[in-house]
């Protein structure tokens, strides 16, 4: 894994690992994604939520967006990534990494997708 993937990765598994019994305020996000709208309208809507604050990538094909609270956690693909385009979201329930997600594109490349985002919750 590169060094900046690390440390974008690690942004990403803290905001979801944060800690649910937290006064932290209600997700102002939806708790599924709407696959419907599309990946166009689905990306415009999480970019515009202000509770969400992207986690540095730098030379990643992903853009990662975490909520302040800790949960739920977003991955959007670019223009660059073998799974463009698609969308995954991470949440905590009971205590457990919950992974969701929209494909719109290639399924074998999404299925990829799905299992190195997973795979970097080991490498924390």
């Known amino acids: 894994m590169r060094p900046w993937a690390a440390a974008a ?3 990403l598994l803290a905001a979801c690992g944060a800690d649910e019994k937290a006064s932290a305020p209600a997700p102002s996000v939806p708790a599924a994604l709407d ?7 689905l990306a415009a809507e999480l970019a515009g939520q202000p ?20 949960s739920p956690s977003y991955v959007v693909t670019l223009p660059e990534a073998p799974a463009h385009p698609a969308i995954l ?3 905590t329930v009971a ?8 494909r719109f594109g290639d399924e074998a490349a999404y299925g990829q997708l799905v299992a190195y985002i997973e795979s970097l919750r ?3």
């Open 89 to 91: 979201m991470q949440r």
């Open 9 to 11: 990765v690690a942004v």
């Open 51 to 70: 509770d969400l604050v992207q986690a540095p990538s730098p030379g990643e094909p992903y853009r990662f967006l975490n909520h302040r609270s800790g």
């Open 35 to 41: 696959c419907a709208k599309g990946f166009d309208a």
């Open 95 to 102: 205590g457990q990494m919950q992974t969701t997600g929209c």
């Open 122 to 124: 080991a490498h924390r």
